[in-house]
C-alpha cells in the first residue's frame, strides 16, 4: 500500500467514524407526511391602520413563511383559509409553544427620538407625544417613528465577551435607513448628557425594548454614520435570536391571533410508508447486482462505497437538523443510484486505458486504475460543479420545499465525491494490489470492453451524421410536448391553485390511510388525509363540486360510524406566489451560472448547447404531464429539478470527453471527435441510466400512490435526458460550432490554447 493510500484510508476511516457517531446519537426529524406535527390555526384581524381582508391574509402568510424558514423547520406547510385564517403546519418542533409564540407577534419595529419624560404610560401606539415606559420603569415621551423596521437590512444576534455586555441583536440599516439613523442620533448628540432627548427609543409592538443613550463622542448634527447599530437590553441567546429572527422576517401587516394549536398525524399511513420502503430496498438491491454483474469485483467495491455514500449522507442531514419527508427519501434512494455515475466513468476510463496497452508491455491493473481516476476526475468536477451552483442558488435566493431541495442536493453532491474519489479508490487500490487479483486480471472487470463498448467499436456508427435530423426530431418532441400544454393544459396541484379543507369529528377513530383509499375510490383520489386526536378526521383536496362534497360527506359519514362536519373552509395555495416567484429566479440565476461555468470550462457554444437541452428536458417532461393528466404539485417540482441536475450531468461528460479529443487531435473534424466522444461515452451513458431506472421502477411498481408520478416523472426525465445529450446536446453543438464564424488561424490558436489547458486538467491527480 503506498503513502497516498495509506493516507486516503485514514480519511476515510475518519469521516466514516464521524458519520457513524452522528447516524447513532442525532435524532431523525420526520415530515408531515410521515410522523405528523403541530397544526396551528391563525386568524387575521383589523388593525388602527390596516383591515385584514385577504390581501392582507395572503401578505401575512408570506410573512409568517420566512419566520418558520428562519425557525429552522424543513418543509413546513402553509395555506390560507378563507379570507381571515392561516394554517400552519410544523413538521418535528420540539417546542410548539415558541413557535405560536414567534408566529403571533406582529413585529411592528420602530425607533424614536425621546422629547422627554412623561407622567405615566398609556398603552396606546407610539404616535407623536406617546408616552410609553422602557425598561426601566422611566416613562419617556416619544417622537414620531424616524425609521422603521423595513429598513433594516439585516438583525444577527449577537454576543459580545470583552465588554461583558452580553448578548445584543446588532442591526444593519439601508438606504433611507441609514441616513435617517444619522439624523436622529446627530440630533441627539446635541442635547445634554444626561437629558432624555440624548436617547433613542426602540419600540416592538408598543413596548420599549431598548432606549441607549448616544455617546457623548457623537459628533453634533453628524450622528452615527456607517448604517449599523445595536439593540441591547439584557437579552439573553434566546431572546436575542428571536428578537433578530423577527426582525429579518418582517412585520405583520395586520395582527394574528392564535385560535387553535394541536397535534396531526400523518398524511401517510403505515402501509404506504413500509411500502416505499421496501421498493428503496428492492431498488437499490438490483442496482447493486447490476453494477457487481458489469463490474465485477470493482462492481461488488462500488456497492461498499454506495453504501457509505447512504452512511455520509444520512448523517449530513442529521448534522443540519433536516427533516426527511417521503419525497425527500425517495430522492436520497434515488441519489444512492444516481451516486454511481462517478464510479462508471472511473471504471469505464480505467478499462479503455488497459486495453490500450501495446501488446508486448500492457498496462497493469494499478496503473490502468490510477489513469481511470486522473482522466475523469475533469469530467466528475465539471458535473458536481455546475450541480453544485444551482443547488446553492436555490438554497440562497428560494424558500419552503425548493430552498430544502438545494441542501438535499448540496449534501448529496459532496457525498458522492467522497464515495466515488476517496472511499471506492481506496477499496479498488488496496483489491489490485493483492496477488491473487493480479493474476486473474479479468475479475476485476477491467480486462475487456464490456458488451456495449465491443459491440461499438466493431459497428463504428457515425450518429451524427444526420444531425440535422436529430435535431428537427427533438423539435418535433418539443412542439409535441407545448401542444400538450396548449391543448390539454396544465393541471396543478392542491399546493399551487389552493382548494378545500373540511374537518370532521367522528362516533369512532378513523384511520387515515382507510379514509384515503375510501376516498380514492369514491373519485376524489387526490385527497390528503390527516387525523388529530382519536375523532377529527380533516380531509384537504380540490376545489369540489356540490355532487363531490355530498360524496365525501356520505364517505367519512360511514367510515366513522356517524360524521359531524365542524370546519369547510377554501384553502389558498401552500407553495405561493412569492415562493414561486423565488424558485423561478432561483432557477434562472442557477441556468446562468451553468452557462457562463460551462462558458469558461468549455466554449460558448458547448454551454448554449447545454443549457438548451436542459429546456429540452423540462419542456418536454412538462409536455408529457400534461398529455398524461397528471398533476403538477410540490413533488413533481422536486422531480424537475433532478431531471436538470441529471440532463446537465450527462451533457458535461460528453463536452468533456470532446474537450479532450479535441486536444489530443488538432486540426481533425469537429463533427468527428464529437461521434468518437459520443461512442466513447455511451457505456457510461448506459450504465449509469440503468442503475437508476432500477430503483426508479421498483419505486413506480411498489411504492403506492405516493410515489408513482414521482418515479414517472424521473424516468420520463432521465430517459429524454439522455436522450438529449447525445441527439441534441451534441448535434447542437456542432452546428454552432461549424457557424461560430471565427476564421482558421483563430481557431487554431484557440485550439493550442485549450489544447494546452485541457491537457493539464487530464493530468490533473485526486
Known sequence: ?????????????????????????QPVRLGLDLRGGTQLVLETRDSPTAKADRDATDRTLEVLRRRVDALGVSEPHLARAGDHRIVVELPGLDDPDEAAAVLGRTAQLTVHPVLGTGPGPRSAPADPGTVLTDDTGTPLRLGPPALTGAEVQRAEAEFDAESGSGWSVGLSLRGTGERAWARLTGTAACAAPHDPASRAAIVLDRKIISSPQVESSVACGVGITGGTTRITGGFDQRAAQELALLINGGALPVPVDIVEQRAVGPTLGALAITSSAQAAVLGVALTAVFITVVYRLLGALATLALACYALISYAALLALGATLTLPGLAGFVLAVGMAVDANVLVFERAREEYAAGPPARPRTLRSALAAGFRNAFSA??????????????????????????????????????????????????????????????????????????????????????????????????????????????????????????????TTRPVDAERARAALGTAGLDRAQVTTSGDDALTVRTERLSAAQLRTADRVVDKLGGGAEKVRDELIGPSLGDELRRGALVALGLAL????VYLAVRFRWTFALSAVVAMAHDVLVLVGVFAWLGKSLDGVFLASLLTVLGYSVNDSVVVFDRIRELRAGARGAPFPDLANAAVLQTVPRTVNTGMGAVFILAALAALGGDSLTDFALALLIGITVGTYSSVF???????????????????????TARRGGRDRRDSGARV
Open 592 to 595: 446562468a451560472a451553468q452557462l
Open 1 to 25: 500500500m503506498t503513502r497516498a493510500t495509506r493516507v486516503r484510508a485514514l480519511l476515510a476511516l475518519a469521516i466514516l467514524a464521524l458519520s457513524t457517531f452522528l447516524a447513532l446519537t
Open 728 to 750: 441534441t446536446a451534441t448535434p447542437l453543438a456542432v452546428v454552432l460550432e461549424r457557424h461560430d464564424g471565427a476564421s482558421p488561424r483563430r481557431t487554431a490558436r484557440r
Open 380 to 505: 466528475i468536477a465539471d458535473s458536481n460543479v455546475t450541480t453544485l451552483l444551482a443547488a446553492v442558488l436555490l438554497f440562497f435566493f428560494a424558500s419552503g420545499p425548493v430552498r430544502g431541495f438545494g441542501v438535499t442536493l448540496c449534501i448529496g453532491v459532496a457525498a458522492s465525491m467522497v464515495s466515488a474519489l476517496l472511499i471506492t479508490r481506496v477499496l479498488a487500490e488496496c483489491a489490485v494490489a493483492l496477488p491473487p487479483v493480479r493474476r486473474r486480471p479479468r475479475l476485476t472487470g477491467l480486462a475487456g470492453l464490456g458488451r456495449v463498448r465491443s459491440w461499438l467499436a466493431r459497428r463504428r456508427p457515425d450518429l451524427l451524421r444526420h444531425r440535422r435530423r436529430w435535431l428537427a426530431l427533438s423539435g418535433a418532441a418539443l412542439l409535441l410536448a407545448v401542444s400538450g400544454i396548449a391543448v390539454r393544459g396544465l393541471d396543478y396541484g392542491v399546493e399551487f391553485t389552493g382548494g378545500r379543507m373540511i374537518e370532521y369529528t
